[in-house]
């Protein structure tokens, strides 16, 4: 019978255990004189190291930080959330009253930037109840996303800013961030492989008191509009070496 190493050599098994820095006896079932080996396998954050990237982010690959708190990894900015904890002086009797604002954001999202941006670009300017029911019916896995950070949102206006009506609010602020791109390794053919970027995205939104305005961006120029700035302009003209 041969023994434990020269069928671990025959089969190309290069593969060890850290845990307790033997080879993998019970990959293919093998048999060392006729007892069966069994391995003590342990998954643990500090355990799992492979050839998929030898970063000890490893367990961040393909991972929902928000379904898993035990990791670390924060989840909102305290940067963001500051604006929070502004005062202001008071108004005077002449000034409009200043409306509300609340920040929000969530790190760290299982999600590509570039398909975030769209659906953080597509809210803006809108109340807070048309910006959920359009998330309800968008057909992207960011939408239910940003669709939970607006709900806090809504939830901390109301408790910590003294917003009586939740929905008398409108998305002032929407946009992303880049999070923690962890990299790992695809196989290819022959002794080829090319490297995967497992992405993830921080989304930031603040919401003020009141009704949205009707031009979220300048509105196009009319035609009306155009014809002025051409005579504006035709009336700035300097005719050079001219009295």
């Known amino acids: 019978m041969l023994c434990f190493e020269q ?33 003590n396998l342990d ?4 355990q799992l190291r492979g050839v998929h990237t030898a970063s000890p982010l490893l367990i961040f690959r393909n991972t929902e930080f928000e379904e898993r708190p035990d990791f670390g990894v924060k989840m909102e900015s305290k940067k963001w959330n ?17 409306p509300a604002e609340v920040c929000h954001s969530r790190f760290n999202m299982k999600y590509s930037p570039k398909k975030m941006w769209y659906i953080a ?14 998330l309800s019916f968008y057909r992207r896995k960011g939408a239910k996303q940003v669709f939970e950070v607006l709900e806090e949102a809504q939830e901390i206006a109301v408790r910590d800013h003294n917003v009586e009506f939740k929905s008398n609010l409108w998305i002032c602020d ?9 990299k790992g390794i695809r196989k290819h053919m022959g002794p080829r492989y090319g490297i995967v970027h497992y992405r993830y995205v921080h989304y930031f939104v603040r919401l003020r008191e009141g009704k949205p305005p009707k031009h979220y961006y300048p509105p196009p120029p009319t035609g ?7 005579i504006r302009e035709q009336r700035q003209r300097r005719i050079i070496s001219s009295l």
């Open 224 to 230: 009306h509009d155009k014809m002025e700035e051409y």
């Open 82 to 98: 500051r604006y929070n904890t502004v005062v202001y002086p008071p108004t005077e009797q002449d000034e409009s009253i200043r």
């Open 174 to 182: 929407s946009f992303v961030g880049k999070g923690r791109v962890v």
């Open 43 to 46: 998954t643990s954050a500090t």
């Open 7 to 39: 069928c671990l050599a025959q089969l190309s098994l290069t593969i060890r255990c850290p845990a307790i820095q033997q080879p993998w006896a019970s990959v293919c079932g093998l048999q060392v004189c006729g007892v069966p080996q069994t391995v």
């Open 121 to 134: 670009v597509m809210i803006r300017g809108m109340s807070v109840d048309e910006a959920m029911k359009q």
